[in-house]
T-cell receptor
């Protein structure tokens, strides 16, 4: 089946540092999404990307949809303690028989030291 | 407007028992997806339903697992004769429509533990 390779697996950073994580796939997708999951909760959507090459920001978060449609990255600038959590990339191919079901990466565990 | 609701939040079952997980989608949403998350892994798609119809169950094991989304009431994910390997967090998500531009909103999940 389709798989997303997400890296790094975990990150330990100091408050104020910038963070970068990425996702790659062997398949082409037409949508890339980035989610954050807090302990004991479901994923919450951070950024959605719908067009190859698209660069989108949401506050301190910036994400890009790779031009090949096989990769995406997420940057977090000036990290703060509440950024702690697990970040997942996800992708889908809406239309046809995929019905928008999401394929998730393995997650990046982010720890921010004050 | 309440978000996606799931209950119970935690469920403990002994091997061989049945587990019933409920999901009430957001108001106005008629599309429900179920995902399973094993410890330290990403979510894996199981099944996609619209009201009263299973549209895609390609991610759901063929035996012991079933899902429904009746005309009235919540969507139910049912696991019969649970085994230890069924222990996981089960999330449902709902959306207004299908496809890329219809954001899936996730519930808080049901954490199933099989003893």
């Amino acid at each position: 089946g389709q798989q997303l390779n997400q890296s790094p697996q975990s990150m330990f950073i100091q408050e104020g540092e910038d963070v970068s994580m990425n996702c790659t796939s062997s398949s082409i997708f037409n949508t890339w999404l980035w989610y954050k999951q807090d302990p004991g909760e479901g994923p919450v959507l951070l950024i959605a990307l719908y067009k190859a090459g698209e660069l989108t920001s949401n506050g301190r978060l910036t994400a890009q949809f790779g031009i090949t449609r096989k990769d995406s990255f997420l940057n977090i600038s000036a990290s703060i303690p509440s950024d702690v959590g697990i970040y997942f990339c996800a992708s889908s191919n809406a239309g046809g028989t995929s019905y928008g079901k999401l394929t998730f990466g393995q997650g990046t565990i982010l720890t921010v030291h004050p | 407007n309440a978000g996606v609701m799931q209950n119970p939040r935690h469920l403990v079952r002994r091997r061989g028992q049945e587990a019933r997980l409920r999901c009430s989608p957001m108001k106005g949403h008629s599309h429900v997806y179920w995902y399973r998350q094993l410890p330290e892994e990403g979510l894996k798609f199981m099944v996609y339903l619209q009201k009263e119809n299973i549209i895609d169950e390609s991610g759901m094991p063929k035996e012991r697992f079933s899902a429904e989304f009746p005309k009235e009431g919540p969507s139910i994910l049912r696991i019969q004769q649970v085994v230890r390997g069924d222990s996981a967090a089960y999330f449902c998500a709902s959306s207004h429509g299908q496809g890329a531009y219809n954001e899936q909103f996730f519930g808080p999940g049901t954490r199933l533990t099989v003893l």
